[in-house]
């Protein structure tokens, strides 16, 4: 197995559990995800109703804030998702 899929998966007692490296990037992924989706949905409703224009402060003001919100969401859950698990003992 290379040194890459050994961090991602990491075999314990014959289960194969993810590792924290593979877990955090899909973390982090995921914030990233929902930051881009929730920004631009917001920023096409705002663009529709002529509210700002492309390029301009007010859309920079969007992508910030929302970008600001998720990764203090992030953070705030982070340790509810990336905790360690443990294996099922073996009896």
Do not use: N
């Not at 700002?52 to 982070?78: C, D, N, P, R």
């Not at 698990?85 to 073996?90: D, F, G, L, T, Y």
């Amino acid at each position: 197995m290379s040194r890459l899929w050994r961090a991602i998966l990491t075999p314990v007692d014959g289960f194969i559990t993810v590792g924290k490296t593979a877990k955090g990037v899909s973390y982090v992924s995921v914030w990233v995800l929902i930051w881009g989706t929730a920004a631009s949905l917001v920023d096409y409703i705002l663009l529709k109703r002529e509210i700002y224009a492309s390029f301009s402060i007010g859309q920079g003001f969007t992508f910030v804030g929302y970008g600001v919100a998720a990764a203090y969401l992030a953070v705030k859950l982070a340790p509810r998702f990336l905790k360690q698990e443990e294996p099922p003992a073996a009896d």
